[in-house]
């Protein structure tokens, strides 16, 4: 988070919920509660890949999802690319055009949802990149990057911990369950009854986050030994969202609530993640694929910047338009539009937003680095 301003937003949900807490807010529209992503930064929307390797650009990180107000994400999202524009040293102006474009292409989204949103131009040639790398990803590329090897064993030392006793009995236990064999099989394209096997298992420690939490990556040989494909998965400890409900779901478990806003936001992603319980605590379980990237766009020049908010915005867009009915969303864009003013063709509430949560943000960050420097 210390090495740049762009990360430190990225990596610090809590003060942006802080702020929407904070009176500033106000001016805020309550839009129609749908499922929100919670944490809409650059870095979670990305390819993401269904069961059959099919892919699309959609959200990638669910923890945070509620059924909230869909202008948070907007908020969120547009805070992310106004700082990876100051990351990039363009000049304060491209932040106007950027959340001009960023809300052009989300009310277009919201308009037909259902259109594909593909990235065509020179000026998206960074997303591009990351969406061509990611067609070309076969599983050996996900073991050599998870696991560092594709032989069938996850490696231990400072990413991967052994398990004791008790945690190695309940995941041979959860990967006997008829439920979770019968999903495994479903999303790997497998007959019903196909036998699946523990061939490893670890504790995955991926960052501070991990800790105090239940995290394992568990990899799983699927059918008889001479046929044999392995599939890698996330076991990962659900917890509470920090991201403000504007309605309390259906569900109340909080793995259930990620993988039902997956469901709703990325159905690539929700339809190969399953709500479990995992010595009584809720967990999300995820196939990982190797098609699944994230878009790095630190360095970006400002037609590349521009075209991006565009781009991220039309995702974001068509991952809220399609829970709307067509009311709704007709509803919902008339809302966004009646703040455009003669100066901002976008929500003037959008662009205060930003302009707070960044000066905010930046004094958060800097003091962030300075207690980095005397703990050195």
């Known amino acids: 988070m210390a090495e740049s301003a762009h990360a430190y937003v990225r990596g610090n949900t809590l003060q942006f919920y802080e702020w929407l807490k904070s009176d500033s807010p106000k001016k805020i529209p309550e839009g129609p509660p749908v499922w929100i992503c919670g944490d809409c930064h650059i870095g979670n929307i990305g390819p993401l890949a269904d069961s059959k390797g099919n892919i699309e650009i959609q959200i990638r990180d669910l923890d945070q999802t509620v059924i909230g107000n869909p202008a948070h994400d907007l908020i969120r999202l547009a805070l992310s690319l106004a700082t990876a524009a100051r ?7 491209t932040a106007v055009t950027i959340l001009e474009q960023m809300i052009e292409g989300y009310e277009q989204s919201l308009v037909s949802p259902n259109a594909s949103v593909k990235a065509t131009t020179d000026d998206l040639a960074p997303i591009r990149k990351v969406l061509s790398q990611s067609r070309k990803r076969r599983w050996h590329h996900l073991a050599e990057e998870r696991i560092e090897d594709v032989s069938p064993q996850i490696p231990l030392g400072k990413r991967f911990w052994a398990l004791d006793r008790y945690e190695r009995v309940a995941i041979e236990k959860t990967f006997r369950d008829e439920a979770v064999v019968s999903k495994i099989n479903e999303f790997k394209g497998q007959k019903p009854g196909t036998k699946i096997k523990v061939i490893d298992a670890a504790y995955w420690m991926k960052g501070c986050s991990s800790l105090g939490r239940l995290r394992y990556a568990v990899l799983l040989g699927i059918g008889a030994k001479s046929q044999r494909r392995h599939c890698l998965l996330d076991l990962k400890e659900a917890t509470h969202a920090a991201a403000p409900c504007a309605k309390t779901p259906a569900v109340q478990e909080n793995a259930e609530r990620v993988v039902t806003g997956a469901c709703n936001l990325s159905p690539n992603l929700g339809r190969r ?8 605590r809720s967990v999300v379980m995820r196939e990982l694929m190797p098609q699944d990237l994230k878009f790095d766009l630190d360095r970006l020049t400002r037609d ?21 009915t067509a009311k709704t969303r007709s509803s919902w864009l008339a809302e966004l539009k009646r703040h455009h003013s003669k100066s901002l063709d976008a929500p003037s509430w959008l662009w205060t937003s930003v302009i707070a949560l960044i000066a905010d943000h930046e004094v958060a960050y800097l003091e962030h680095c300075r207690k980095l420097a005397v703990e050195a």
Do not use: N
């Open 273 to 280: 993640m399953l709500a479990l319980k995992l010595r009584g």
């Open 87 to 93: 990351g990039s040293d363009l000049p304060g102006i």
């Open 304 to 324: 590349e910047a521009v075209a991006s908010a565009r781009y991220l915005a039309s995702v974001l867009g068509k991952a809220h338009g399609r829970q709307m």
